[in-house]
C-alpha cells in the first residue's frame, strides 16, 4: 500500500507560480514512475508531467516550457513547479503512482486545489 498526499496548491495570479509537493508513503519509491494530473471543473482528468525512475520526463504540450517535474528519492517526493500560471491551469492536481510490473497497484492523492486567478 502507497499513500500519496499532496500540498502546495493555493491562490495565485495570472503569471505567477507554484511548486506541488507530494509525499510518497513506504519503500520502493526510487523505482516507482510518478505523473501529476489535473482535473478541472467539467472537465475529464489529463495527463499534466511524468517522471521515471531514471529521471526521463514528458508533459502535456499545455504545460511544456512552463512546468517541471522533479524528484527527490531521498525524500520520496515528486514535485510540480508550475510558472507562468494562467486561469486556464485552473484545477485539482493529483498524484499519482502508476502500476508496474515490478511495483504493481495504481495509487493516487486526494489532490491539492490551484486557482489562477486575480
Known amino acids: 500500500q502507497v499513500q500519496l498526499v499532496e500540498s502546495g496548491g493555493g491562490l495565485v495570479q495570472p503569471g505567477g507560480s507554484l511548486r506541488l509537493s507530494c509525499a510518497a508513503s513506504g519503500s520502493g519509491f526510487s523505482g516507482y514512475i510518478m505523473d501529476w494530473y489535473r482535473q478541472a471543473p467539467g472537465k475529464q482528468r489529463e495527463l499534466v508531467a511524468h517522471i521515471n525512475p531514471s529521471g526521463g520526463v514528458m508533459y502535456a504540450d499545455s504545460v511544456k516550457g512552463r512546468f517541471t517535474i522533479s524528484r527527490d528519492d531521498a525524500k520520496n517526493t515528486v514535485y510540480l513547479h508550475m510558472n507562468t500560471l494562467k486561469p486556464e491551469d485552473t484545477a485539482v492536481y493529483y498524484c499519482?503512482?502508476?502500476?508496474?510490473?515490478?511495483?504493481?497497484?495504481?495509487?493516487w492523492g486526494r489532490g491539492t486545489q490551484v486557482t489562477v486567478s486575480s
Open positions: 499519482n503512482k502508476p502500476s508496474t510490473v515490478r511495483y504493481p497497484g495504481d495509487y
